[in-house]
């Protein structure tokens, strides 16, 4: 276990929907990450949150929106849902906000879009 | 951007064989993890190896900074090593960013 929570673990929905990714990250970690994996991109970062900032963006579609509350709890919010959406949505956390940080991953949420 | 390839893309062992996967990374690191994605999905931490050579049981793993590569060594495989392992490397972009890049993966298949 490695201390980062996602919510829900898998998702079910349809196309032209929006649905709501929540991650919690490891007790003390103030940086959490959003990375997409899918078949035919493989693991691919989408954004960062530094101590409820926006860090860095990555290859976030618009359709796609992140925050990180006061408790440092992230949420990652899709809209406008494709079928290329479908993905394993994987939340990660680290304790600062630089390269020398390991990163820890949650379980990951599956996201099927129908 | 850093490019991150990995070698070889597919294995597949008898119980009890070792192994040695590659990571080859094209730019300078300050940093590299490698994960192993389990069966159900889940990235689990093995190493976080900048440089030198770390060992975790029948796992080790070194890491030769100014010659780009990596090497993760899996030493009388079992049938629980099945699965995918990524090494991944932060971006050297301006401002203070973890953002890791990850290789496409080696899928390892251990058979009993």
């Known amino acids: 276990d490695s201390g980062v929570t996602q919510t829900p673990k898998h998702l079910i929905t349809a196309t032209g929907q929006r649905v709501t990714l929540r991650c919690s990250p490891r007790?003390?970690?103030?940086?959490v990450y959003w990375y997409q994996q899918s078949l035919d991109q493989g693991l691919q970062f989408l954004i960062q949150?530094?101590?409820?900032?926006?860090?860095a963006k990555g290859n976030i579609l618009e359709r796609f929106s992140a925050q990180q509350f006061p408790d440092l709890h992230s949420e990652l919010n899709l809209s406008s849902l494709e079928l290329g959406d479908s993905a394993l949505y994987f939340c990660?956390?680290?304790?600062?906000?630089?390269?020398?940080?390991?990163?820890?991953f949650g379980p990951g949420t599956r996201l099927t879009v129908l | 951007g850093i490019q991150v390839e990995q070698s070889p893309p597919d294995l597949i062992l008898q119980e009890g064989a070792n192994s040695t996967l590659r990571c080859n990374f094209s730019?300078?690191?300050?940093?590299l993890q490698w994960f192993h994605q389990n069966p159900w999905g889940q990235l689990i931490n093995l190493f976080y190896?900048?440089?030198g050579t770390k060992q975790n049981g029948r796992l080790s793993a070194t890491t030769v900074a100014t010659e780009r590569y990596s090497l993760l060594y899996i030493s009388s495989s079992q049938t629980t090593d099945s699965g995918v392992y990524f090494c991944?490397?932060?971006?050297?972009?301006?401002?203070?960013?973890?953002?890791?890049?990850f290789g496409q993966g080696t899928t390892l298949q251990v058979k009993p």
């Open positions: 949150y530094y101590n409820g900032e926006e860090r």
């Open positions: 007790s003390g970690d103030l940086s």
């Open positions: 990660a956390s680290s304790v600062g906000s630089g390269g020398l940080n390991e990163q820890f």
């Open positions: 730019d300078s690191v300050n940093n």
């Open positions: 190896i900048p440089s």
């Open positions: 991944a490397v932060p971006t050297r972009t301006s401002g203070n960013t973890g953002k890791l890049i």
